[in-house]
């Protein structure tokens, strides 16, 4: 028996992914923190 893998998703779906899921769970709990943050590091 031999089992077969393939990639599920693109390389920039999973990055995007990942991005949207910690960027959430930080604007849940440190909204305040990651908002000075994200614009400081805007520029």
């Known amino acids: ?5 393939s990639v599920a998703t693109s ?5 995007k992914k990942v991005v ?3 960027l959430n769970a ?3 709990n440190f909204k305040e923190a990651t908002v000075a ?3 400081k590091i805007k520029k």
């Open 20 to 22: 949207e899921s910690i």
């Open 1 to 5: 028996m031999r089992y077969v893998y």
């Open 37 to 39: 943050y994200l614009s």
């Open 11 to 15: 390389k920039e779906e999973f990055e």
């Open 26 to 28: 930080l604007m849940s």
